[in-house]
């Protein structure tokens, strides 16, 4: 796939056509409702940073995804196209005319246009799927809002799951599981000393993290146990960190950049009473992570 900033993009000349089938959103988290949107588009429009920093960034919300993940899961549905806007106040200031007229056909020329019932776009968010649909320039297909599980597909409930650590009920909206990376980063490499030597993270803040607990996951193409928190058996003076136990790997990864797929949250956080015991409860740990990620394919 092919990733393009709209800066990059020149201005068609008049009656000149790319023919391109867009897919509009931001698709946080490429959930099962951005993917109806996509479904069809040869092309997806998107927006980096996330709107609402820009315009609002008291209200901003924590992302599911970087966008590297993004990006990878939007390639994952054979979309030809990735072309992103480079949001700031300049852009947001644009009205709705002008996003139709300047983007969508002068540098795009889109023949078909995709977005959910709920995108807003321009200056104050006035453009509206009904205003794209008036355009006689192309055809819009307006998508409405998706369920899965009973409830509404949307970026802000899943985010809601995740920070809960219900990554397994985040995946039925998913469509997938949760993913998660960062540059793994030199520990105090107890877990080595423990025999569970860990590939460490250490958590943006600006993206939703999975709440404090161990989880049985994919890495590396490899099961793992992860255990996102603190480490309440001892004083080590950092914050929140996620280490992930790759069972049956060897080598380090330090100053590689490694993606998580969470699968299941085992167990809470805890406090043992000796090392002994929380090593005992390690093993076990690693035996149900290896049988969780046995039962599921992804």
């Known amino acids: 796939m092919k990733v393009t900033s709209l800066a990059d993009m020149p201005r068609l000349a008049p009656g000149e056509g790319t023919g391109r089938k867009v897919a509009i959103g931001t698709f946080d988290g490429v959930h099962v409702g951005h993917r109806e949107v ?25 992302l599911l995804a970087p966008f590297s993940i993004k990006r990878d899961l939007i390639a994952g549905l054979g979309v030809e196209e990735l072309v992103v806007i480079p949001f700031d106040k300049e852009f947001a200031a644009r009205s709705a005319e002008q996003f139709v007229d300047d983007v969508l056909v002068g540098q795009l020329g889109a ?23 008036a355009d006689d320039r192309f055809e819009t297909r307006i998508v409405a809002l998706v369920a899965a599980a009973g409830e509404t597909a949307s ?18 909206f998913l469509g997938g599981p949760f993913l998660f990376e960062g540059e793994v980063v030199t520990g105090d490499r107890r877990g ?8 460490n993270l250490v958590p943006d803040d600006a993206l939703v993290c999975p709440g404090h607990g161990v989880y049985a996951a994919w890495a590396h193409g490899h099961p793992a146990a992860v255990n996102v928190g603190v480490r309440p ?28 797929a969470f699968v299941e949250r085992m167990r809470g956080e805890q406090r043992f009473e000796s090392v002994d015991a929380l090593v005992e409860q390690m093993q076990a740990d690693v035996r149900q992570a290896q049988e969780i990620c046995a039962a599921t394919s992804y």
Not at 40 to 61: I, K, N
Not at 193 to 199: D, E, F, I, S
Not at 234 to 260: K, P, Q, S, W
């Open 233 to 260: 058996m001892f004083e080590t003076g950092r914050g929140l960190l996620v280490e992930a136990h790759l069972i049956g790997f060897e080598g380090d990864l330090y100053g590689e950049t490694l993606r998580i």
């Open 38 to 62: 996509i479904q069809g588009a040869d092309t997806v429009l998107t927006f980096d940073p996330h709107p609402v920093s820009v315009v609002h960034p008291e209200a901003a919300p924590k």
């Open 111 to 133: 023949t078909d246009v995709a977005v959910g019932e709920n995108f807003r776009f321009g200056s104050r968010a006035k453009g509206t799927p009904d205003f794209l649909a």
């Open 155 to 172: 970026s802000s409930h899943i985010r809601g799951l995740v920070a809960a650590g219900d990554v397994r009920g985040a995946s039925e």
């Open 192 to 199: 080595r000393t423990l025999g569970m030597p860990t590939a």
